[in-house]
């Protein structure tokens, strides 16, 4: 079974559905969300600072917040919109496969509203469910520069 191109568009689309358990189950159990603060020259999350490094149990938490009609970031509730260019396989086995994916992303909340640019980098891992992720990597063009409070996932 090789890995569905579409992988990253269906990712997307769950997050602009706001179906964030959904996305969630993507993760492995040993999955991490990754933002580097340098962008694609930062080679780990260790050695520098990054925008994000969540594992699995702080995205749930996240993703509980986001639910939360006490969270009061989210009234009015945020709201993405991811727009992909098809993803290229950089790496496939039998048991797991890098997808490099670049995007805009806008995230609206209220009056306002962000737009993001970059490229995703997916390591999934085949499972017994199915293809899983075991990072994803959001690479920001111009990383470093100032950036607005980001609610969502990009």
Same mark, same amino acid.
């Given at each position: 079974?090789?890995?569905?191109?579409?992988?990253?568009? &269906?990712?997307?689309?769950?997050?602009?559905?706001?179906?964030?358990?959904?996305?969630? $189950?993507?993760?492995?159990?040993?999955?991490? @969300?990754?933002?580097?603060?340098?962008?694609?020259?930062?080679?780990?999350?260790?050695?520098?600072?990054?925008? $994000? @490094?969540?594992?699995?149990?702080?995205?749930?938490?996240?993703?509980?917040?986001?639910?939360?009609?006490?969270? &009061?970031?989210?009234?009015? $509730?945020? &709201?993405?919109?991811?727009?992909?260019?098809?993803?290229? *396989?950089?790496?496939?086995? $039998?048991?797991?496969?890098?997808?490099?994916?670049?995007?805009? @992303?806008?995230?609206?909340?209220?009056?306002?509203?962000?737009?993001?640019?970059?490229?995703?980098?997916?390591?999934?891992?085949?499972?017994?469910?199915?293809?899983? *992720?075991?990072?994803?990597? *959001?690479?920001?063009?111009?990383?470093?520069?100032?950036?607005?409070?980001?609610?969502?996932?990009?």
């Amino acid at each position: 079974m090789t890995v569905p191109r579409d992988f990253a568009a &269906h990712e997307a689309a769950l997050l602009d559905e706001r179906r964030f358990d959904d996305w969630l $189950a993507l993760f492995a159990g040993d999955g991490h @969300y990754w933002v580097p603060l340098l962008g694609a020259a930062q080679a780990d999350p260790f050695s520098h600072n990054s925008l $994000a @490094y969540e594992d699995r149990l702080l995205l749930q938490l996240r993703v509980e917040r986001l639910k939360s009609p006490r969270a &009061h970031s989210q009234h009015p $509730a945020s &709201h993405s919109q991811h727009v992909l260019q098809p993803s290229r *396989i950089e790496h496939e086995n $039998a048991d797991e496969a890098r997808l490099r994916t670049p995007f805009l @992303y806008v995230e609206a909340r209220g009056e306002s509203q962000i737009l993001l640019s970059g490229t995703a980098r997916h390591h999934l891992v085949r499972t017994p469910a199915g293809w899983r *992720i075991r990072e994803k990597r *959001i690479d920001l063009l111009n990383a470093t520069r100032a950036l607005p409070a980001i609610q969502l996932f990009i």
